[in-house]
Structure formats: structure tokens, C-alpha cells
């Protein structure tokens, strides 16, 4: 079992950064791989990005290479997406979920916070 609460969401304007980040309890979250969605209102919940367990290896949805990152930190049970260059189109709710597999599916996930929500005002 994993439980995952996010944290670092808010108000933001174009062409600005923020970090977010997912606290993670539970034994399995070291080799775990964590993911990053986004649901935006009337739309369908989209990947982000997400890491192996060990960090070697990432993946990111289009929209936001080269301008989102993610990390994470084992030791603290913590992920992190770092979001620079945000766009109004960034805005959405963000799921952090954890996975035994590596997939960028949401249906391959099966633990997830409650979700940060991120505005980008134009």
C-alpha cells in the first residue's frame, strides 16, 4: 500500500515556475514508479510525466518536455515536477500516482493523491 498527498499547487502567471511535490508512505514506494497527471476541467485526465523507482529512466507527455521535471528523493519518500515556462494551458488539477509497473497509463496506476490544483493566469 502507498498513500500519496501532494502539496506546492497555486496561482501562478504565464512564464511562471512552480514545484510541486508527493509525499509517499508506505514500504513499496522506493521501487515504485511514480507518475504525474493532470485533469483540466471538462477534459480527460492526462499523463504528465513520470520516473523509475531508481530514476534512471523518465518520461513526458509533449506538452510539457523541456519544461517540466521530475525527480524524486527516496530517502524522504518524496516526488517532485518542477513546471517552469507555465502556460494557461497548464492549468488543471495534478495527480501524483505510484505504480509497480513502468507505464505512462493512468489505468496502470493504482494509488493516487487527492490532487494540487495549478491556475496559470495569461
Known amino acids: 500500500q502507498v498513500q500519496l498527498v501532494e502539496s506546492g499547487g497555486g496561482l501562478v502567471q504565464a512564464g511562471g515556475s512552480l514545484r510541486l511535490s508527493c509525499a509517499a508512505s508506505?514500504?513499496?514506494?522506493?521501487?515504485?514508479?511514480m507518475g504525474w497527471f493532470r485533469q483540466a476541467p471538462g477534459k480527460e485526465r492526462e499523463f504528465v510525466a513520470a520516473i523509475t523507482w531508481t530514476g534512471a529512466s523518465t518520461a513526458y507527455a509533449i506538452s510539457v518536455k523541456g519544461r517540466f521535471t521530475i525527480s524524486r528523493d527516496n530517502a524522504k519518500n518524496t516526488v517532485y515536477l518542477q513546471m517552469n515556462s507555465l502556460k494557461a494551458e497548464d492549468t488543471a488539477v495534478y495527480y501524483c500516482?505510484?505504480?509497480?509497473?513502468?507505464?505512462?497509463?493512468?489505468?496502470?496506476?493504482?494509488?493516487w493523491g487527492q490532487g494540487t490544483q495549478v491556475t496559470v493566469s495569461s
Open positions: 500516482a505510484a505504480t509497480t509497473a513502468w507505464t505512462t497509463r493512468s489505468d496502470g496506476y493504482a494509488y
Open positions: 508506505g514500504r513499496t514506494f522506493s521501487t515504485a514508479t
